[in-house]
Structures are given as C-alpha cells and as structure tokens.
C-alpha cells in the first residue's frame, strides 16, 4: 500500500489520507515485529488490518471506480441506443406492439440518457482524490434496470392470427350431402305413400 500511495494512488489520496495511512502503516509494521505482534490473538491482527482499511479502501475505491467507469457508461449507452431504435422502429415484427408501450420506453430512455450526462459532467469537476457522485454499480443498475423493464415489451410475441372462416353461409360443406328436409308435424309422410303418392298399397290378404 504504502508503493501504490506514491505511484497508481498518487492522484486518488488526499494529503491528510496519506499522511495518516503512512503513520498508521508504520505503526502497524513496527507492531507486527514486536514481541507483543508476533503472540497477538487473530482479532488483534483484523483490528489493526481494519484500522488500515478504514483510510485505504476509499483511496482505492477512488481508483477502481475511474478505471470502470468509461466501461460501465459505454455498457448503459449501448442499452439505450438498442432500446430507443426498437422502439422508434418501423420494423414489421415490431408492427404488433402498442403505441403507448413503445413510448413509455422512449420516455425511460431520455430519463435515464439524462441522468447518465448530467452525472458523468458532474464528475468531470470533481477532483479525483474526493469520492466520485456516482459509481459503476449505479449505471449497471439503471441499464438492468431499462432491460428488464423494455426487453418483456419489444420481445413481446405477436398474436396468433384467427382461423379463417370456410365456405359460404348457407352452403353446405363440399364433401358432405345436404340433410333432407324433414316433414312438418302431421304431414303424411311420402315414403308411407305408394308410386302415385294416393295412399298406402293394400296388402294381400290370404
């Protein structure tokens, strides 16, 4: 730690930080070497390791954060631009979804493009040894977040269309015989009738 203080954290420490973290290094590694160091329990170890951590992590994290950053921005700029051309898309398989669904992403879109800008120029005038006003984690969140909340529509299946109606009302089905009409109630029935249709046929009688 004390190396990266004077070289990759040079610019990410502020000067009270480092002449703390020195002192409390020194003091640690004299400890540590010292009769009472080499015989300390493990919580006296973690104690004196958390003290250090304490001025150190936020002098690294300072670091990390810069480094990520430009790649976490590029992460959520790549996911507004698929989601804003999708939902400005005249593409037919785009053609089902609703119009007030497409500009309710267009909406987050602009929200989010904005909330990015406004944060990325605010951390362009903040120094680099002070904590930054966003972090990487933030912007993996908001473009998680415009992908669960845009992906569900823009993927969303278009409808089944209906089965189409066959033959014309009325007709009957090729294929099939018309049904005969039936006789009205109390009409005589023809097929009881003889050939001339006077009557039933007298039966032989033996």
């Known amino acids: 730690m004390r190396g990266k203080l004077d070289s990759r954290y040079a610019a990410f420490s502020q000067a009270q930080e480092k002449e703390a973290l020195l002192a409390l290094l020194s003091q640690a590694e004299d400890w540590l070497y010292s009769e009472e160091g080499e015989d300390a329990s493990k919580s006296a170890y973690v104690e004196r390791l958390d003290a250090a951590k304490k001025i150190g992590d936020p002098i690294s994290a300072r670091y990390i954060e810069t480094e990520n950053r430009s790649a976490a921005a590029a992460q959520l700029r790549d996911a507004l631009n698929t989601y804003a051309s999708q939902a400005t898309s005249e593409d037919e398989k785009y053609a089902h979804i609703e119009a007030k669904d497409k500009q309710a992403i267009v909406e987050k879109v602009a929200t989010l493009q904005k909330w990015l800008d406004d944060a990325i120029a605010k951390q362009s005038e903040r120094p680099k040894n002070v904590d930054p006003v966003f972090t990487c984690a933030e912007v993996l969140k908001r473009r998680d977040e415009l992908t669960y909340f845009a992906m569900p529509i823009m993927n969303r299946p ?15 089905t090729p294929g099939t015989e018309t049904p005969k009409a039936q006789p009205e109630p109390g009409a005589a029935d023809p097929s009881a009738q003889g050939e001339s249709g006077e009557g039933p046929t007298e039966m032989d009688v033996d």
């Open 158 to 172: 278009k409808p089944k269309p209906k089965p189409a109606e066959t033959g014309t009302p009325g007709a009957g």
